[in-house]
């Protein structure tokens, strides 16, 4: 997850258009490729954003974009994970 969140904030950052769209759009090519695995269970929104040093409201407009998509579930408290 480390590697991943290394690149997510470049390749959204690279990207022209709305942030979380290029967040939701790096996701969907990482999902695609097998990483993170289908059932991982994803950092906190809050979390994600202090690592990457994004705003909350950025990441959880890229996640609902990410579910929408159908690349990620939500569980309630348990958090959100990758579409199996």
């Known amino acids: 997850m480390a590697a991943f969140q290394s690149r ?8 022209a258009g709305p942030l979380y769209l290029g967040l ?3 996701l ?3 999902v695609g490729a097998g990483a993170p695995a289908g059932g991982q269970r994803l950092p906190a929104q809050r979390e994600l954003g202090r690592r990457l040093g994004m705003d909350v ?10 579910q929408q998509r159908g ?4 569980r309630g408290r348990a958090g959100s994970f990758v579409a199996p």
């Open 8 to 15: 997510v904030g470049r390749a959204a950052v690279g990207r």
């Open 28 to 30: 969907a090519q990482q």
């Open 57 to 66: 409201t950025t990441i959880s407009r890229a996640m609902r974009e990410a």
């Open 24 to 26: 939701a759009d790096f």
């Open 71 to 74: 690349l990620v579930v939500t």
